[in-house]
């Protein structure tokens, strides 16, 4: 069998042959960061199985964490297949495209799961690894915001920024670009007004990718890291605030789910939440 996948821009290409061994949501706080996500859906397989077939020259790679490499287009910002353990690879399987014979198992690092993402479905949740005592991946939380403002950051923690502004909406995007700009199952996204969001350090390590068929969409990402960091849409007069990419609780969750009929065939939406096939008018 084989699985096709590729980034937002398409510059970078896979290839996974065989079948994969497993696929679980990651909540813990790195994948949340890099990928701007409630969690991040990862599919694990034999290491010889993924054969790039283009772009290698614009795969950034980056340690987040001891002895862990993410990778992530330097053009568009996806999240890439890591193929930097001893036998197995593991790839975002939002990178993915049609099905992939596989469906979720579990919820692992559940304990650092997001303040504003409910766990909905029946799936067993895992405090770290099935069967790993100790914490493997974690973050210090910072002190609670004293001035009622919002902040967030990028992984490595070069960009940040703070949000000022409630948020008018939040939702989870399921379009083909959303899944496949954050290789995930969806983008949580927060809306302000254009003056609602301000960077705080790190904007000149911003990049910007503007999908060239779409009259508004972008992916804004660290170039350092390529985590999603917020974006200004002045043609809209709002500013788009990835939930994943927040240090602070916004203290609401998600209200709608929107291009429910693009949802991946492995996402299940299982909680009570409006869904609408595309973008409610």
């Given at each position: 069998?084989?699985?096709?996948?590729?980034?937002?821009?398409?510059?970078?290409?896979?290839?996974?042959e065989?079948?994969?061994?497993?696929?679980?949501?990651c909540?813990?706080?790195?994948?949340?960061?890099?990928?701007?996500?409630?969690?991040?859906?990862?599919?694990?397989?034999?290491?010889?199985?993924?054969?790039?077939?283009?772009?290698?020259?614009?795969?950034?790679?980056?340690?987040?964490?001891?002895?862990?490499?993410?990778?992530?287009?330097?053009?568009?910002?996806?999240?890439?297949?890591?193929p930097?353990?001893?036998?197995?690879?593991?790839?975002?399987?939002?990178?993915?495209?049609?099905?992939?014979?596989?469906?979720?198992?579990?919820?692992?690092?559940?304990?650092?799961?997001?303040?504003?993402?409910?766990?909905?479905?029946?799936?067993?949740?895992?405090?770290?690894?099935?069967?790993?005592?100790?914490?493997?991946?974690?973050r210090?939380?910072?002190?609670?915001?004293?001035?009622?403002?919002?902040r967030?950051?990028?992984?490595?923690?070069?960009?940040?920024?703070?949000?000022?502004?409630?948020?008018?909406?939040?939702?989870?995007?399921?379009?083909?670009?959303?899944?496949?700009?954050?290789?995930?199952?969806?983008?949580?996204?927060?809306?302000t007004?254009?003056?609602?969001?301000?960077?705080?350090?790190?904007?000149?390590?911003?990049?910007?990718?503007?999908?060239?068929?779409?009259?508004?969409?972008?992916?804004?990402?660290?170039?350092a890291?390529?985590?999603?960091?917020?974006?200004?849409?002045?043609?809209?007069?709002?500013?788009?605030?990835?939930?994943?990419?927040l240090?602070?609780?916004?203290?609401?969750?998600?209200?709608?789910?929107?291009?429910?009929?693009?949802?991946?065939?492995?996402?299940e939406?299982?909680?009570?939440?409006?869904?609408?096939?595309?973008?409610p008018?």
């Amino acid at each position: 069998m084989i699985h096709h996948g590729n980034c937002l821009c398409g510059t970078v290409r896979w290839r996974y042959e065989g079948v994969f061994d497993g696929m679980t949501h990651c909540h813990c706080g790195h994948c949340r960061k890099a990928h701007g996500t409630a969690y991040a859906t990862y599919v694990v397989g034999a290491k010889g199985g993924l054969h790039w077939e283009s772009g290698e020259h614009a795969i950034t790679r980056r340690e987040s964490s001891p002895g862990f490499i993410r990778s992530f287009c330097r053009l568009c910002g996806s999240v890439l297949p890591n193929p930097h353990f001893e036998a197995i690879m593991a790839a975002p399987a939002g990178g993915f495209e049609g099905e992939p014979g596989i469906r979720p198992t579990a919820h692992i690092f559940a304990q650092w799961k997001a303040s504003w993402f409910p766990i909905t479905d029946t799936l067993p949740q895992h405090a770290n690894y099935p069967g790993q005592a100790a914490p493997a991946v974690s973050r210090p939380v910072p002190p609670a915001s004293t001035d009622g403002k919002l902040r967030g950051s990028c992984l490595c923690g070069a960009v940040g920024f703070e949000v000022s502004e409630a948020f008018r909406i939040v939702q989870h995007c399921h379009c083909t670009r959303c899944r496949r700009g954050r290789a995930a199952a969806f983008a949580t996204n927060g809306f302000t007004g254009p003056e609602g969001v301000r960077f705080t350090r790190g904007q000149e390590m911003l990049q910007v990718y503007r999908h060239q068929e779409a009259r508004y969409f972008a992916q804004v990402f660290c170039g350092a890291c390529g985590s999603k960091m917020p974006r200004h849409c002045p043609e809209r007069q709002i500013a788009i605030v990835p939930l994943g990419a927040l240090d602070d609780d916004p203290g609401r969750e998600a209200e709608r789910h929107v291009f429910a009929s693009d949802r991946a065939p492995w996402d299940e939406i299982t909680d009570p939440l409006p869904c609408f096939a595309a973008m409610p008018g």
